[in-house]
């Protein structure tokens, strides 16, 4: 258990991202316009509304769950900020694994999740928040190494992915999920997966097409991560924030 004092930081820690408001970035956002937050909280609106669950708009991936008026999709992760070097790797490692799955897209931001995607209603949004805030806030830096290339499909194995596993970090990131699970229970939701395989994804495809990638195209991938020069240095990861986005609201947690 973390027995450091709480630390109390001051709303304005709570970004609402630079850089998202530049359209359209990774996640399900797709060719999507992105409206802005509601100005106050009268009634219970929801700056999502415009959303159709037309699949052609993103990628012909499909929702979760249905998207319904005044629900925010809520995600709780550490945000990894790719360096060039990092970006050369994933080149090499898409363009080998699209010999075997041509539709394979890379990531456009990579993180490493510490909840499922859940949803929040509106008003819970600020409670939320605090109550993550209060928990998070005696944790410390630290490092794990992610190095490990595995292949992983979504519940509904309607989307593949590609990932570098952790393979050093384990337990701190455990400790974090359990205190993320306390948030999530508070407010009646499902909590992270047991045993999770804590990950960073690189690339995606629609359908479940991890039968091609798991075996000899996984061992190519893993040889162009122990033969990468930088694999080494980029690889081992020190978390310095973790980030709460609920629907177009980002939430910033610095680790101490």
């Not at 991560?225 to 020190?238: K, M, P, T, Y």
């Amino acid at each position: 258990a973390m027995s450091a004092a709480l630390v109390g930081y001051s709303s304005s820690e709570e970004e609402q991202d630079q850089e998202e408001k530049g359209g359209s970035r990774g996640g399900g956002a797709a060719g999507r316009p992105r409206l802005p937050a509601p100005a106050g909280l009268p009634g219970d609106p929801d700056p999502e509304e415009a959303v159709s669950d037309d699949s052609s708009r993103h990628g012909g991936r499909v929702r979760g769950f249905p998207h319904e008026r005044g629900n925010w999709a809520t995600h709780v992760y550490l945000p990894y900020m790719a360096q060039e070097e990092f970006l050369e790797l994933l080149e090499l490692l898409v363009s080998r694994a699209r010999t075997y799955v041509p539709s394979l897209a890379a990531m456009e931001e990579f993180h490493l999740s510490l909840s499922q995607c859940v949803v929040l209603r509106y008003h819970w949004i600020e409670p939320f928040v605090r109550s993550l805030r209060e928990r998070l806030a005696a944790f410390h830096r630290f490092f794990c190494v992610a190095d490990q290339v595995k292949v992983y499909t979504n519940e509904h194995k309607t989307r593949t992915f590609i990932g570098l596993e952790v393979s050093a970090g384990h337990f701190q990131l455990l400790e974090l999920v359990s205190e993320v699970d306390g948030v999530l229970e508070e407010f009646d939701l499902p909590t992270f997966y047991k045993d999770p395989s804590f990950h960073i994804s690189l690339a995606w495809c629609v359908g479940d097409l991890s039968g091609r990638l798991e075996g000899q195209c996984l061992r190519e991938l893993q040889d162009i991560v122990d033969g990468f020069e930088e694999s080494a240095f980029l690889l081992r990861i020190q978390w310095e924030q973790i980030r709460c986005k609920s629907g177009n609201k980002y939430f910033s947690f610095p680790l101490r």
